[in-house]
T-cell receptor
Framework: GDSVTQMEGPVTLSEEAFLTINCTYT??????LFWYVQYPGEGLQLLLK?????DKGSNKGFEATYRKETTSFHLEKGSVQVSDSAVYFC???????????FGKGNQVVVIP | DAGVTQSPTHLIKTRGQQVTLRCSPK?????VSWYQQALGQGPQFIFQ???????QRGNFPDRFSGHQFPNYSSELNVNALLLGDSALYLC??????????????????FGPGTRLTVL
């Protein structure tokens, strides 16, 4: 079935550093791809999405490009802030399905 | 707009008991999905309701059941609780659009979740 793999382990970095979180996927169809963010004690919030190959999703300085050839959707931000500290989840859903498959998530800690 | 709301916020039960969690979708949404998020893991899809019927189901046993009401709100019921059912249960709502190419949905909005602890 469809699945999402995120890089292992938490990510700790200093304020204004460059952030990359890797995400690869396996899907039989042509999925839509998402990044969700979860702040402490809260539910999930959609950060950005891309619905077809080569689409770039962007929001709040975060970007991710749908790469069909490498089945990847890596999340990047050029200069992180302490307020970006959260857990980030990569997810996919097939068209007409609306059923999200999530990766395990990455804890991001930004140190002042 | 209140967004997606869930109740209760926290719940403590013992093994073998039954529990009911509730969800009210965002205004204008007609589809409700439930997810289980174990500690340190990503959410896992349980099932989805539309027009008061279960439309899709993930890999969860029959102990997990649900219901959707005419006002689109939904309940998740878990019977014969196990220690492994301890998790954050998330409800997500969306709106379904039907067209010539099939069904499509807008983005899913998540509620804050219900933290279930089974002792």
């Amino acid at each position: 079935g469809d699945s999402v793999t995120q890089m292992e382990g938490p990510v700790t970095l200093s304020e204004e550093a460059f952030l990359t979180i890797n995400c690869t996927y396996t899907a039989t169809g042509y999925p839509s791809l998402f990044w969700y963010v979860q702040y402490p004690g809260e539910g999930l919030q959609l950060l950005l999405k891309a619905t077809k190959a080569d689409d770039k999703g962007s929001n709040k300085g975060f970007e991710a490009t749908y790469r069909k050839e490498t089945t990847s959707f890596h999340l990047e931000k050029g200069s992180v802030q302490v307020s970006d500290s959260a857990v980030y989840f990569c997810a996919l859903s097939d068209y007409g399905n609306n059923r999200l498959a999530f990766g395990k998530g990455n804890q991001v800690v930004v140190i002042p | 707009d209140a967004g997606v709301t869930q109740s209760p916020t926290h719940l403590i039960k013992t093994r073998g008991q039954q529990v009911t969690l509730r969800c009210s979708p965002k205004s204008g949404h007609d589809t409700v999905s439930w997810y289980q998020q174990a500690l340190g893991q990503g959410p896992q899809f349980i099932f989805q309701y539309y027009e008061e019927e279960e439309r899709q189901r993930g890999n969860f046993p029959d102990r997990f059941s649900g219901h959707q009401f005419p006002n689109y709100s939904s309940e998740l019921n878990v019977n014969a609780l196990l220690l492994g059912d301890s998790a954050l249960y998330l409800c997500a709502s969306s709106r379904r659009f039907s067209g010539l190419a099939g069904n499509s949905y807008n983005e899913q909005f998540f509620g804050p979740g219900t933290r279930l602890t089974v002792l």
